[in-house]
C-alpha cells in the first residue's frame, strides 16, 4: 500500500451471472459496496449498461459500468484486490471471455505505463483471433483493449470524456468516436 499517496484509478465492471439482468444489477452493486470497504475512495460511478455479450454469443447479455476512484494500493496489490472480490462474489477463471458473475478490471493507475511501453503495445496491436486465445502473464496497463471496447468506452465517457490514453494519446471521448456504430449497436442505459 502506499502511505497518504493516493493514485487515481479507473475500472470497468460487468456481469453476465444469468438471463436476468437484475441479478448482473445486483452483482455489481455488491462488488461496489467490496470495493468502497477500503480498497477504493472518492468513487465515481458511470450510468449502467446493458450490452451484448463479447464476442457474440458468449452468454447472456452484460450490464456494464465505469468508475473512477482514488486508491493507495499499487497496481499489483490493487488488481489482487479485485480478483479476490470477483472470487467473493462467485467469478471463476475457466475459460478466456466465459459467462461471469463479475468482471472487474483495471483500466488505468495514474497513467501509469506497466511494465512497459513495448510490451504494451505488443497487446495492443494484437490480433482478435490472439486475443481470444491468449492471457496476459501480468499486469498490463493501460489495458490493452480500452480503445477496441464500446461496452468500456460509452461507460467510461459518463465520466472521465477528457482522460488521455497514455500511449495512443487520445481521449475517452476521441476513441469511441472512432468507433463504428455496429461497435456500438445494442447498447443501451439499464438505469
Known amino acids: 500500500m502506499l502511505k497518504n499517496n493516493s493514485k487515481k484509478v479507473l475500472i470497468a465492471m460487468g456481469s453476465n451471472a444469468s438471463d436476468d439482468l437484475q441479478e448482473s444489477y445486483d452483482l455489481i452493486l455488491d462488488g461496489l459496496k467490496k470495493l468502497s470497504s477500503g480498497v477504493i475512495s472518492n468513487i465515481m460511478v458511470s450510468k449502467f449498461y446493458k450490452t451484448p455479450a463479447f464476442p457474440i454469443g458468449a ?12 486508491t ?3 497496481p499489483e496489490d490493487l488488481l489482487n484486490q479485485l480478483h479476490l472480490i470477483e472470487h467473493d462474489l462467485g467469478r471463476t477463471r475457466l475459460k478466456r471471455w466465459a459467462q461471469r458473475t463479475l468482471d472487474i478490471d483495471l483500466l488505468d493507475f495514474e497513467s501509469y505505463i506497466i511494465p512497459n511501453k513495448k510490451y504494451v ?3 495492443l496491436n494484437m490480433p482478435l483471433d490472439s486475443q481470444k486465445i491468449r492471457s496476459p502473464e501480468q499486469l498490463i496497463l493501460p489495458h490493452p483493449r ?7 468506452l460509452i461507460p467510461l465517457n459518463d465520466i472521465e470524456p477528457n482522460w488521455v490514453h497514455p500511449i495512443l494519446n487520445k481521449s475517452t471521448h476521441e476513441m469511441l468516436g472512432e468507433l463504428s456504430t455496429d461497435e456500438t449497436i445494442g447498447i443501451s442505459c439499464f438505469t
Open 121 to 123: 503495445n505488443e497487446w
Open 146 to 152: 480500452i480503445q477496441d471496447r464500446s461496452f468500456v
Open 72 to 74: 493507495n494500493y499499487l
Open 59 to 70: 452468454g447472456p447479455d452484460f450490464i456494464n459500468c465505469a468508475l473512477s476512484a482514488n
